[in-house]
């Protein structure tokens, strides 16, 4: 049974740091591209970073970009996301994803697996 559980989310302040952990179960993490994506209030889920299996390649949303860190360790089949320099439009669920298709990674549909989200809320 495919499992992903996210953790890691809480209330910080503006500025703040996070640090997200995906653990991932019943596939082959260490050969499956993950990523994150997040859903604010009254919003679509949106992309917010990938980490490709074979040679660790990232990909960030530009509202990620220089804050924002995707890493993997396969040995702890653990997905991470190191958010710093939170900003109140961060708040949201965020969402580890697993079992990308080959599609395009900043699409939902590309992902086959999804954890139950944790919540983070950036005040200011």
């Known amino acids: 049974q495919v499992q992903l559980v996210e953790s890691g989310g809480g209330l910080v302040q503006a500025g703040d740091s996070l640090r997200l952990s995906c653990v991932a179960s019943?596939?082959?993490?260490?050969?499956?591209?993950m990523g994150w994506f997040r859903q604010a209030p009254g919003k679509e889920r949106e992309f917010v970073s990938f980490?490709?299996?074979?040679?660790?390649?990232?990909s960030y949303a530009d509202s990620a970009k220089g804050r924002f860190t995707i890493s993997r360790d396969n040995a702890k089949n653990t997905l991470a996301l190191q958010m710093n320099s939170l900003k109140p439009e961060d708040t949201a669920v965020y969402y580890c994803?697993?079992?990308?298709?080959?599609?395009?990674?900043?699409?939902?549909?590309?992902?086959?697996?999804w954890g139950q989200g944790t919540q983070v809320t950036v005040s200011s």
């Open positions: 994803a697993g079992g990308w298709s080959g599609g395009p990674y900043s699409q939902q549909r590309s992902f086959n697996y």
């Open positions: 019943g596939f082959t993490f260490r050969r499956t591209s």
């Open positions: 980490i490709n299996w074979s040679n660790g390649w990232t």
